[in-house]
């Protein structure tokens, strides 16, 4: 059965999916966190439905940033494979567990808020603010790590750059740009993957699931173009220090 909403909630729902979808995109995210957040707040979904129609967003929003990063040349394939492979098939196992969220969501809140802060710091200058790659590390690093935020995505619901943008930014591992590129090409990527496992407990979509799309392709296609052509490195630490903090408020309030 199709889950319904009274016009106003629809519209609601509708324009904070656009609002968060360019918000999250020009960072070289897909929104998923900022669209549990919504649905938790405006709906009363059932949990397996929110997720599936978040991954969904999460696909039309990140193939719209993997195509606009990609086309102005920010993305690189060497940083992106190292952390992708492990990755995409453990956001599928990851989909496929739940643990219990009084224990998880305020350990990942916590790291969130964490890395809000300390993006915030760097673009201030209190620690190093220069935005210059110094070097990827060994693959055998990047590979666990891959392994650990691909789960981490497949848990959470997301496609996983809420925690590569930080890691890759604070380690030095990637400039601004290339981790906004390389961040939304890992979500499209684990996206896919979580959604696949999602898709085997078969729930129900929302009647209104058309325009979420809508709006939701709309923003990334703003919030890409302003990432990837307009917006200074230090302008995307700082947006993404509040995506990261919302998301780390999402975390505290839905336990």
């Known amino acids: ?20 979808a360019i918000l999250y995109s020009s960072v070289g995210h897909a929104g998923a966190s900022g669209y549990l957040a919504a649905m ?3 709906t009363q979904f059932p949990q397996e ?9 999460n696909i039309f929003v ?16 060497n940083t992106f494979w190292p952390f992708g492979l492990c990755a995409i098939p453990m956001a599928f196992i990851g989909g496929l567990w739940t643990l219990p969220p009084i224990v998880f969501k ?4 916590g790291v969130l808020l964490f890395a809000a ?50 890691l890759l930014i604070l380690m030095g591992w990637a400039d601004s740009r290339r981790t906004a590129a390389v961040s939304v090409v890992f979500v499209l990527a684990n996206s896919l993957a979580g959604l696949a496992g999602t898709a085997s407990d078969a729930p129900a979509m929302p009647e209104g699931l058309p325009a979420y799309i809508v709006a939701a392709i709309a923003g990334g296609l703003i919030g890409s173009w302003i990432g990837a052509r307009r917006m200074p490195g230090g ?10 903090l919302l998301a780390s408020v999402k975390m505290f309030i839905t336990i």
Do not use: Y
């Open 49 to 57: 439905q929110m997720k599936a129609v978040a991954l969904t967003l």
């Open 235 to 244: 302008g995307i630490r700082l947006l993404l220090a509040v995506v990261l």
């Open 1 to 20: 059965m199709l889950a319904t909403l009274p016009m106003s909630e629809e519209l609601l729902l509708a324009g904070a999916i656009f609002a968060l």
């Open 62 to 77: 990140g193939a719209i940033g993997a195509w606009r990063f990609i086309r102005a040349g920010h993305f690189d394939w």
């Open 40 to 42: 938790a707040l405006v």
């Open 106 to 109: 305020p350990l990942i809140g």
């Open 117 to 166: 802060i300390m993006l915030v710091l760097k673009t201030i200058g209190r620690i190093d603010r220069t935005d210059h790659a110094k070097g990827m590390p060994p693959n055998s690093i990047a590979l666990i790590a891959g392994a650990l935020l691909g789960l981490l995505a497949g848990l959470t619901g997301t496609g996983g750059g809420i925690f590569l943008s930080p």
